[in-house]
Every structure is written in structure tokens, then in C-alpha cells.
């Protein structure tokens, strides 16, 4: 079986530095796999925050995850800066991809890169919700790109 590949935005809106922090460290000495996703969690929120918006309240609508996918290219070690490259892609109906790139800021290596799929939800219903207008036109206009509604 060959290895998953996972292509990458033409241009990402928004990044942040991340160190890596000693509980990021497993035990072959290096960046867990847990932890890269602690860390992309880490980047969407700030993500969201820049675009005014919480994981709970995107337009009324909250968010949640229902996959995801890290591609390794190097490792990260304790007192690494990462910096996070954060996108987002494909739009359907009711959900979209969020795309992050780690690199090692001072090497310039890369260290990941990482999908996670997410939902748009209601909290009231507690159902999955469509992906509101406004929150995808700002993350296209903000990539330069544009999608069609394609059902879920």
C-alpha cells in the first residue's frame, strides 16, 4: 500500500509559532502523533480567532472534527519552534478540510502536514448543520479561491 499524500492549498491565509513543549515528546524522543494534533487544534483556534471566530460560534454554528490525516517528513524535538501554516479547502455542504503545514522555523524543514476534516454543527438540534455563507466566503476570498456547493 502506498503512502497517503496529501496535497497542499495554493496559499495559506494565517500562520502561528508553535514551540514544541516537553509533553510533546513520546518516547522514541521526538514529536508525538498525539501531539501534532494538540498542536493544529492549537493552530484552528487561533485560526478562528483571527477570522473573529470560535470553534463554538461560526456564525451560530460550532465545529467538529470527523477525521484525520498526518503526512511526516522530519521530526520535531523539545524546544523546536513550528510554524503552522493554517487553510482550508474543499467545501461541501455541511463540512470542509483544514490544512496545516509544521515546518521548523529555523531549519525550515518540514516537519507535517495534517487534515482534519470538520462538520458544522448545531448546537440547538445537536444536528450537522450547513457550512455558513459568510465563514466560507471569508476563507475563500482570504485563499483567493472559490467552490461549488456540492451535497454532503
Known sequence: MGR???????????????????????????????????????ARIQFLRNLSYSEFDIEETGIIMTDAVIVYASEGYYGDVLTVEVGTTDFQLTHCDFIFRLTNTTTQKEVARVKTGIAFFNKQTRKISAVPDAFRTKCESATGSSSQHTSA
Open 4 to 42: 497517503v499524500k496529501l496535497q497542499l492549498p495554493a496559499k495559506f491565509p494565517f500562520h502561528t509559532e508553535i514551540p514544541i513543549r516537553i509533553s510533546d515528546i513520546n518516547y522514541g524522543g521526538h514529536l508525538g502523533n498525539d501531539a501534532v494534533l494538540s498542536i493544529v487544534h492549537e
